[in-house]
């Protein structure tokens, strides 16, 4: 898979894509990332990316010009599956979209700043709109790295314990149960005895009984509709 990210701070991209599991995935060749700074497109000596909005609200607005030609560099060497908006009125990121955007094979994010950028461009050159939750940020950048994040490690390989994405949180739309390790009691307290028990059988249907309860405590709406049909 490969990833190009289109943002007016290449800056605050670089650290959170270079570890950990992101950077062992880049390592074994799963995913390639590419940062492109918008304003290497901009005009004039200045290099502008940005202006006033029409209409005079406060807050600058990125311009069409330097994110369209960018794109069109981009796009002129490979054929994209999504270029994607970051926004905050875009649709919801949630494990089934992250699921689904794994399996593509090029991928563009474009992130916007300050005010955001000139609607013609959502209209006319993106594909779809991701929101990282019900809040504003300064920029699109963060947001684009929790996508990244969230589709990558899903890639196959790219966890060590390749079944491990599997019982992640929501994606049977159960929470995951508890997880313990060494020691077995500290301080007084103590693991769940039946993780003790190596029985196979026991320890799965305690955790997937630990699963439903804490879904139905914490997020009940997740499994609303669900029970009996799965229990
Ligand atoms: N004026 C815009 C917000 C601009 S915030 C509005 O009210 O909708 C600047 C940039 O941050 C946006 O262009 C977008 O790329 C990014 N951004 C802000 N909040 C976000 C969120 N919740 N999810 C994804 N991107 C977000």
Redesign the pocket.
């Known amino acids: 898979m490969r990833i190009d990210i289109l943002t007016v701070v290449p800056e605050l991209l670089g650290d959170p894509l270079n570890y950990s599991i992101i950077k062992r995935a880049k390592d074994k060749g799963l995913v390639e990332i590419y940062i492109h700074d918008i304003r290497e497109y901009g005009k004039g000596n200045y290099r502008q990316v940005d202006d006033y909005s029409y209409g005079g609200d406060a807050?600058m607005v990125?311009t069409i010009e330097p994110i369209h030609k960018l794109m069109d560099e981009l796009k002129a060497q490979r054929e994209y599956d999504e270029i994607i908006?970051?926004?905050?009125?875009?649709q919801l990121?949630d494990q089934p979209l992250a699921n689904h955007l794994s399996c593509k094979t090029n991928i563009m994010i474009?992130?916007?700043?300050?005010?955001?950028?000139d609607h013609r461009i959502r209209e006319h050159l993106i594909t779809r709109e991701?929101?990282?939750?019900?809040?504003?940020?300064?920029?699109?950048e963060l947001?684009?790295a929790i996508v990244c994040d969230s589709i990558i490690r899903l890639i196959p390989g790219a966890l060590s314990d390749e079944t491990s994405a599997l019982s992640d949180c929501f994606q049977d739309n159960l929470l995951s149960p508890p997880v313990y390790t060494r020691p077995a009691e500290y301080n007084g307290w103590k693991v769940p005895e039946v993780l003790l028990s190596g029985n196979p059988k026991l320890i799965s249907r305690w955790q997937e009984e630990q699963a439903w309860e804490r879904t139905r405590l914490l997020r009940p709406e997740l499994i609303e509709g669900m029970e009996g049909e799965d229990k």
Not at 85 to 90: E, R
Not at 130 to 140: A, D, Q, T
């Open positions: 807050g990125l908006y970051m926004s905050p009125d875009g990121l474009l992130c916007g700043h300050y005010k955001g950028i991701i929101s990282i939750g019900n809040y504003v940020l300064s920029g699109g947001a684009a």
